[in-house]
C-alpha cells in the first residue's frame, strides 16, 4: 500500500481499568471507516473488538508491507486485522451517551463502550454477522408476506379504554410531545393499581404510530419479577409483526442478546424491554423512554462502571430529542424534587409532574394498621391481632402476605453456652443459617459450610438460631396455621419466594402462577414479592418486623423502606370489585417498636408527598442530596490501614487540584461490611453544592490517583474505585 491510501483510525478498545493507557488507540487502515464502525485490532498478543471513534489521513508516515504504518514521528501503528462493516456503525447518539457516562462516572470510554456491546459480538467475523443479518431480515419478510397473504388477524390484545386520569396523562405526554421544543422528561406519580403500564403501553402505541422509524425503549428493574410485563408488550403489540418486541436482559443467552441488540441496530425492533443495560442499546429512532419504578436502586450497576441508568436515560433522551417517561408509586426523591411545581418566587423543577391518584375500578388502597410490639408479649412474631385477621381471611379464600427483608432460617446461630457465633472466617459477617439443607452460608463471599454438630469452640451441641428470616417464619407460620381450615375443609397452604426458592431456572414463574392460581393461602417472601406483581385476591399484606432500616446509618434507608412498604400494600385488594363482592376490605399490617415514627405515619394516610416533603427538608437543611451530590472513592486492600493511607494520601494529593475548594473532603472510614473475602474496605465521602465542582475534580484527580497507586501509598492496595451518585453509603 502506498501512503495516499493509508489512514490512522482512533479505536475504543478495552483496556485494563487503570492501565494508563489513552482512552482511544490509533491503527492503520486501508481505507476511511465511518465512526461508530466495528472493528477487529491486535492489542499485545490478542486480537479485540473495537469501535472507529475517529479518523484522519495518515500524512507523511511511512507504510509497511505488513499494513502497518510508521507516523511522521517514527511511532508504529499497527493495522486493523478486520471491519465488521456488514453492519450500520453506531451512530453519533449512542457515542455520545457512552463518552458522556464513560467521563461521568470516571472510567475508560474503551470499557465503557465494550461493555454495551453484546458479548458475542467478540466472536463473530463479518461474514457471520452478516449471515446473522439476513436471517433476521428474511423472517420479517416471511413474517410479513404471510399476513398479506392470508389477511389474517394477528393475536393482538386490544387497548383498555383509558380511566379519565390516564387519559389526562396520555394527552399531557402528547401536548409535551408535540409543542415544538424538546420534551421535558415527565414524572407519573401514580399510585399502585393506578394503572401506569396501561399508560406506558398507550404512550409507546402513540409514538411508534406517529413515525414508521420510531423506538421505543422501556425499562423496568427486574424483568425476572415480572414476566407478565413482557407477555403484555408482546400480545399488545403483535401486529406489528415478528420481532418488533425485544428483551435485553441479563438472564438471556448470548446469542439471544445478539439477536435483540441487532434488531435495535438496524431498526427492525420497535420496541426494546429491558433491564438497566438497556439504556446503552442502539436505538437510531429512538423517540420515548419509559422507567418503570424509576426509584429503583436496581438502576444503578453496582460494579464496574457504577451508572444509573435512568439518569443515563434522561440524559440519552433529552440529547436524542426523545421523551422520557418516569414512573413510580414513590418516586425518587430526586425525581420529585426535579418535578417540583413553582412555589412563590422559586420557580418549578425541570421535569413534568403528572399525577394519577386514584386505582382503577374506584378500588381503595388497604387501610393501613399499626402494631404496637412494646405492647405485645416478649419474643412475639405475630400478635394476635394480626393472626385473628388472617385467619379470617383466609377462611373467606382471600390471600394474604407476609414480608421479611431477610432470607434463610436465622441470620446468626449461637452457642449457648460460651460466646461462638457463626462468624465468617472471610468477612466481618456472620453467616445465615440455612435449614434446609443445614447449611451457613456467608451472604457476602459465598463461603458454605454444614452446620457443626456442635460448638467449635467448646464442644457443647447445644447451638441455636438467634433472629428469623424467611424459612423460619414460613416454618412459625405453619406452627400457627396448624388447626386452622381453608374454606374447602383442607390445611392452610403457605408458600415461600425469594432468592433462595427461585434459584432454579422457572422456579419463580411456577411459584408465582400457584399463587394466582389460588393454590397458596400466605405466601411468605423478601422484597421480590412486593414489587410489581398484579396479585388478584391478596388482601392482606403484613411487614413483620421492618425496624431497622429506621436507625440505618445510610440516610436513604428510610427513603428505600417508605418505598417498599408501599410497594407492598400495593399488592392487597388489587380487584376492588371482587373485594366489594367478598365484603372485605384490604389491610396492611405493619408491626413496630417504633410505631409513632413519621415515616409510619405517613404510610398510615399513603401519603408519599407528606413523606418527601419531611425527607426533603432534612436533607436541605442537612445539605445532601438532592441538593447535594455526592461521590465515594473507596478502596480494598490487606489491610484496613492501608485502605484507609491510600484514601487519606488521595485527600491530600487533591488539594489545590481544580473544584477542590469546593468539593467537602471526610475522612476515609471503613465500609459498614468492613471485610469481604479476607479483603478490607474503606471508602471515602466526597459532597459538593456543585455537580460541575464535584466532576472537576475527579476528572483532575483521577491520573493523581492513578500516580498514588504505582507510589508507597499504594502499598498493599487491591483496587480504588470511584462511585459517583452513589445509592448507599
Ligand atoms: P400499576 O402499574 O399502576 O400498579 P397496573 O398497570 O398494574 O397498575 O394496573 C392495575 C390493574 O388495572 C391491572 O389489572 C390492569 O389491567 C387494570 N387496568 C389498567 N388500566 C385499565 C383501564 N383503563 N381499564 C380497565 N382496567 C385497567
Ligand atoms: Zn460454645
Ligand atoms: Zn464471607
Redesign the pocket.
Known amino acids: 500500500m502506498n501512503t495516499e491510501e493509508a489512514w490512522v483510525l482512533d479505536v475504543a478498545v478495552q483496556t485494563p481499568a487503570h492501565a494508563g493507557l489513552g482512552d482511544l488507540l490509533s491503527y492503520a487502515h486501508t481505507a476511511d471507516l465511518p465512526a461508530g464502525t466495528l472493528v477487529r485490532v491486535p492489542l499485545g498478543r490478542r486480537e479485540v473488538l473495537g469501535v472507529v471513534w475517529g479518523s484522519r489521513a495518515a500524512e507523511g508516515g511511512q507504510a509497511l508491507l505488513d499494513g502497518s504504518l510508521a507516523d511522521a514521528d517514527g511511532v508504529l501503528l499497527r493495522p486493523v486485522s478486520a471491519a465488521l462493516d456488514a453492519l450500520p456503525p453506531l451512530d453519533a447518539h449512542w457515542r455520545a451517551l457512552v463518552a458522556f457516562a464513560a467521563r461521568y462516572y470516571q472510567r475508560g470510554l474503551g470499557e465503557l463502550a465494550l461493555a454495551a456491546l453484546p458479548p458475542q459480538l467478540r466472536e463473530l467475523d463479518s461474514t457471520q454477522l452478516a449471515r446473522r443479518l439476513k436471517r433476521r431480515d428474511r423472517k420479517a419478510q416471511l413474517a410479513a408476506a404471510s399476513e398479506d397473504g392470508a389477511a389474517r388477524a394477528p393475536a393482538c390484545e386490544a387497548a ?4 379519565p386520569e ?1 387519559s389526562a396523562v396520555l394527552a399531557a405526554l402528547e401536548a409535551e410531545r408535540t409543542q415544538g421544543q424538546a420534551p421535558r422528561p415527565a414524572l407519573l406519580f ?1 399510585s ?7 399508560v406506558y403501553l398507550q404512550a409507546v402505541a402513540r409514538c411508534l404510530a406517529a413515525d414508521p422509524a420510531a423506538q421505543a425503549l422501556v425499562m423496568v428493574p427486574e424483568i425476572n419479577l415480572t414476566p407478565q410485563l413482557e407477555a403484555r408488550f408482546r400480545t399488545r403489540f403483535a401486529a406489528l409483526g415478528e420481532g418488533a418486541v425485544v428483551a435485553l436482559h441479563s438472564g438471556m443467552t448470548n446469542p439471544q442478546r445478539l439477536q435483540s441488540w441487532l434488531a435495535a441496530l438496524t431498526g427492525q425492533a420497535r420496541i426494546v424491554l429491558g433491564t438497566r443495560m438497556a439504556v446503552f442499546a442502539p436505538l437510531p429512532g429512538l423517540r420515548l423512554i419509559v422507567v418503570d419504578e424509576e426509584h429503583d436502586p436496581s438502576y444503578k450497576q453496582q460494579e464496574g462502571a457504577r451508572y444509573s441508568a435512568r439518569d443515563l436515560a434522561i440524559w440519552r433522551g433529552q440529547r436524542q430529542g426523545a421523551q422520557v417517561l418516569l414512573g413510580s408509586a414513590t418516586p425518587s426523591l430526586e425525581s420529585w424534587h426535579h418535578s417540583r411545581p413553582a412555589e412563590g418566587e422559586a420557580p418549578a423543577g425541570r421535569y413534568l409532574r403528572l399525577h394519577m391518584p386514584s386505582r ?1 375500578g374506584a378500588g381503595e388502597l388497604p387501610r393501613v394498621r399499626l402494631v404496637d410490639m412494646q405492647q405485645q408479649p416478649p419474643k412475639t412474631l405475630i400478635s394476635a391481632g394480626l393472626l385473628e385477621a388472617m385467619t379470617q381471611r383466609i377462611a373467606r379464600g382471600e390471600q394474604c402476605m407476609v414480608f421479611l427483608n431477610r432470607r434463610g432460617y436465622a441470620p446468626v446461630l449461637a452457642c449457648t453456652d460460651c460466646d461462638w457465633k457463626s462468624e465468617c472466617p472471610h468477612c466481618s459477617a456472620f453467616r445465615v443459617f440455612h435449614k434446609i439443607d443445614r447449611t451457613l452460608r456467608c451472604h457476602h463471599c459465598g463461603f458454605t459450610e454444614r452446620v457443626p454438630r456442635a460448638c467449635p469452640t467448646c464442644g457443647n451441641p447445644d447451638i441455636a438460631p438467634v433472629g428469623r428470616g424467611t424459612e423460619r417464619l414460613e416454618e412459625q407460620l405453619a406452627a400457627l396455621f396448624a388447626d386452622i381450615r381453608r374454606p374447602d375443609g383442607g390445611a392452610v397452604r403457605i408458600a415461600r419466594i425469594d432468592a433462595d426458592s427461585t434459584r432454579h431456572e422457572g422456579a419463580l414463574e411456577a411459584q408465582l402462577a400457584q399463587v394466582h392460581s389460588g393454590e397458596v393461602d400466605v405466601l411468605v417472601g423478601t422484597q421480590m414479592i412486593a414489587k410489581g406483581h ?1 396479585f388478584r385476591r391478596i388482601t392482606l399484606v403484613a411487614a413483620v418486623n421492618p425496624d431497622s432500616a429506621l436507625f440505618s446509618s445510610d440516610f436513604r434507608a428510610p427513603e428505600r423502606l417508605f418505598g417498599l412498604l408501599m410497594q407492598s400494600a ?1 399488592r392487597a385488594g ?1 380487584d376492588s370489585a371482587w373485594l366489594a363482592a367478598q365484603g372485605s376490605r384490604a389491610e396492611m399490617w405493619i408491626q413496630s417498636f417504633h410505631p409513632q415514627h413519621p415515616l409510619f405515619e405517613a404510610l398510615r394516610g399513603h401519603d408519599y408527598p407528606r413523606f418527601a416533603a419531611q425527607q426533603l427538608k432534612e436533607r436541605e437543611a442537612a445539605a445532601m442530596p438532592p441538593f447535594a451530590f455526592q461521590a465515594l472513592v473507596r478502596a480494598d486492600a490487606r489491610t484496613q490501614e492501608a485502605a484507609q493511607a491510600f484514601l487519606n494520601a488521595a485527600g491530600d494529593a487533591a488539594e489545590g487540584l481544580p473544584g477542590a475548594d469546593e468539593v467537602m473532603r471526610y475522612p476515609a472510614v471503613p465500609l459498614a461490611v468492613q471485610r469481604v473475602a479476607n479483603v478490607e474496605r474503606a471508602q471515602m465521602l466526597l459532597e459538593s453544592g456543585s455537580r460541575a465542582a464535584l466532576q472537576r475534580l475527579l476528572a483532575a484527580w483521577q491520573p493523581v490517583l492513578q500516580e498514588l497507586r504505582r507510589g508507597p501509598a499504594g502499598q498493599g492496595l487491591i483496587r480504588w474505585l470511584v462511585d459517583v451518585d452513589p445509592q448507599s453509603i
Open positions: 383498555l379504554a383509558p380511566s390516564q401514580g399502585t393499581g393506578s394503572g401506569k403500564t396501561e382503577i398484579d400495593g388489587r
